[in-house]
């Protein structure tokens, strides 16, 4: 299972210790460290749409108006912390730290 997110986000951080806590096997992938390839972003974003941009995000909120009509490809290649987190794949994706998320996972 990937864990993918930043360090510095507090939901992230909480998965990964529930999971691990689970007894699951998780390797975290943080995307400022290591950028998402096209491929995963693609794949994110088939799965989730534009959900997968994070649009209260302070990075958002930074961005021009010229900016925020960019494709959502780009815009997250050129600023993973947009991406909404954390994005779990253990052969299906999921987004987020919900509780249908916690209830299929744990």
Request: proline letters at 4%; one cysteine or more.
């Amino acid at each position: 299972m990937k864990l993918y997110g930043i360090k510095a986000c507090d939901t992230c951080r909480k998965a990964l210790k529930m999971l691990r806590e689970a007894g699951k096997d998780v390797t975290f992938v943080d995307i400022r460290d290591t950028p998402l390839e096209r491929r995963q972003l693609l794949s994110f974003h088939e799965t989730f749409g534009d959900t997968l941009l994070n649009t209260r995000s302070t990075t958002w909120r930074g961005l021009d108006d010229s900016e925020r009509t960019k494709d959502p490809l780009e815009l997250l290649a050129a600023h993973p912390t947009l991406m909404k987190r954390p994005v779990i794949d253990d052969g299906t994706l999921y987004l987020g730290w919900a509780k249908d998320t916690q209830q299929a996972l744990l």
